[in-house]
């Protein structure tokens, strides 16, 4: 089975760039990415993509209109591709069974039932988005019952591991490919046609192959376990800073342990993005289905620690500021989960923004990829009103801006450029004394001192 032509449905953060890869990689493959998101697909048709990664940009521009499209015309992309990857979001629930924790699966179903409506002939269909384990057969399911054709399918899982920020590198030269497939002979086919694609770049034993069940569960745990790491360095900084010890060292200290091993290993204001806590809520939900209470205590205490890291820090900035910061302006530089993307789905300054605007604070927020539009819109959805945006919310145009007239300054995005500000610059708008939070711990400590701020710097006592 060779694969000529390749659909794609959903055009976000991760159908778009890989997509875009497998294009550029191989340009004897046509590759078309549909979404019904009209301005979505404008977007990648034009010069502003919808998702910025250094990168991407030069990607797409290789091989668009050349043989990678992207449209809203659904139903003849699907019927005219070999295989067809999946790659619709897969939110947490927000209501019925399994509110707060399960995945939503019902852009997974439509998009099974879109491909069953349409397809004929052989067709291979590669869930890439994240999902529980057994959704395969949910899709086999949905398509046995609405395939009104004589069209045969075989469902792979083929999750994805790029990170947001470096996804162009990640996709590039990843660590592993990872490919679950059905134990029959048109299963093993069907998988050899995918491990085939990705073979035009990446090393054949890169590429694993295991079960479908191994496959889907491999990558919530993979999520959960790099959450894990950032939750348990986490609990540490707040020891650190109770004893006098440097969570940077005792990262280093214990990252240097090959069975340890140094990445992920950075303190931080809690880890954002929109995986993460999906990932570790849907994995305790899955525990709990199968009655098993203390694997889904352990998983649910990860998000735990990451909420107490969130909400340890306002009370940080309130205290230090004499117990108060009604009416104090507090300058917030970044807003984006991690630096190098526009993507600001469950950031941490969203929640420490809230709850400094219940303080009553004036938030002055600079951001040097996110526009106002969306720290909008991210606000409203936890629920600060229209009336305390517009009262208490400023946007500034770079650091110094924000910084003028502050009472406090708070890094909550580690982007490169907050690592060399002009400090006495910053410490002369300010008012004093001059507090920083550094909540990346990204700022020049001993330079911070120099400079006269009263700085905190997470994990450092
Ligand atoms: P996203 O919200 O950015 O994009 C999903 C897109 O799917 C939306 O544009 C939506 O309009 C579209 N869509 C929904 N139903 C559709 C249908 N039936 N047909 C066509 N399009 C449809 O989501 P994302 O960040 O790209 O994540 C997608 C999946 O990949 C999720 O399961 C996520 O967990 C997983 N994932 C994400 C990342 C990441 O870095 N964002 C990394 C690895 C895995
Ligand atoms: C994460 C995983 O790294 C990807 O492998 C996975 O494919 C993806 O989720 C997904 O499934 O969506 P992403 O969320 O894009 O990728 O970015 P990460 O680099 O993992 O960072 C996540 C959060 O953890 C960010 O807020 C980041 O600032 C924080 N973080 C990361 C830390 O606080 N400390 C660290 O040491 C590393």
Redesign the pocket.
């Known amino acids: 089975m060779k694969i000529n032509s390749i659909c794609c449905?959903?055009?976000?953060?991760?159908?778009g760039p890989t997509m875009a890869m497998i294009a550029a990689k191989c340009p004897h493959i046509t590759v078309t990415v549909?979404?019904?998101?009209q301005a979505?697909i404008d977007a990648w048709n034009s010069d502003t993509l919808p998702v910025y990664e250094p990168g991407l940009k030069e990607i797409v521009e290789k091989s668009r209109g050349k043989n990678l499209h992207f449209t809203t015309d659904?139903k003849p992309s699907i019927a005219g591709a070999d295989l067809i990857f999946v790659?619709?979001?897969?939110p947490t629930k927000s209501y019925g069974i399994g509110a707060g924790r399960a995945a939503d699966l019902r852009?997974i179903e439509?998009?099974a039932r879109?491909i069953a409506e349409v397809s004929e002939g052989n067709k291979i269909i590669v869930e890439?988005?994240?999902?529980p384990v057994k959704t395969a057969t949910a899709i086999q399911s949905i398509i046995a019952a609405n395939n009104s054709s004589n069209a045969t399918f075989q469902v792979l899982s083929n999750?994805?591991?790029?990170?947001?920020g470096t996804?162009v590198t990640d996709m590039e030269n990843p660590d592993r490919i990872l490919i679950g497939g059905e134990q029959t002979p048109e299963g093993r086919e069907a998988l050899e046609a995918l491990v085939a694609v990705y073979e035009n770049w990446v090393p054949r034993e890169r590429i694993i192959t295991t079960n479908l069940w191994s496959s889907e569960l491999s990558k919530l745990v993979a999520n959960a376990f790099l959450a894990q790491r950032i939750s348990s360095i986490n609990s540490i900084s707040a020891l650190c800073e109770a004893t006098g010890a440097d969570v940077d060292e005792v990262s280093r200290a214990i990252g240097t342990d090959s069975r340890i091993g140094p990445k992920f290993l950075k303190s931080s204001v809690g880890f954002g993005?929109?995986?993460f806590q999906?990932?570790l809520l849907n994995l305790v939900y899955l525990c709990e289905s199968f009655n098993l209470h203390e694997p889904a205590a352990y998983w649910r205490s990860v998000v735990t620690m990451n909420d107490w890291q969130k909400s340890r820090f306002v009370e940080k900035i309130v205290r230090t500021l004499f117990n108060t910061v009604n009416g104090k302006r507090i300058a917030i530089l970044g807003f984006a989960f991690k630096k190098d993307t526009n993507?600001t789905r469950e950031s941490a300054a969203i929640n420490i923004c809230r709850d400094l605007i219940a303080e009553n604070a004036q938030v002055v927020i600079y951001d040097p990829r996110v526009p106002f539009a969306t720290i909008q819109r991210d606000l409203l959805e936890v629920g600060v009103s229209q009336q305390l945006i517009d009262s208490n919310v400023e946007i500034a145009a770079d650091p110094y801006a924000a910084a003028k007239g502050a009472h406090a300054l708070a890094t909550l995005t580690e982007w490169d450029e907050f690592r060399d500000l002009d400090l006495p610059k910053i410490h002369e708008l300010m008012l004093k004394p001059a507090f920083v939070f550094d909540g990346r711990a990204i700022l020049p400590a001993e330079a911070l001192a120099k400079h006269g701020f009263e700085a905190f710097i997470i994990g450092k006592g």
């Open positions: 449905l959903g055009a976000g953060y991760v159908g549909c979404d019904m998101n979505r659904l790659c619709v979001g897969t852009y439509s998009a879109l890439k988005s994240t999902i999750p994805e591991f790029l990170a947001e996804a993005g929109s995986c999906k990932d993507d």
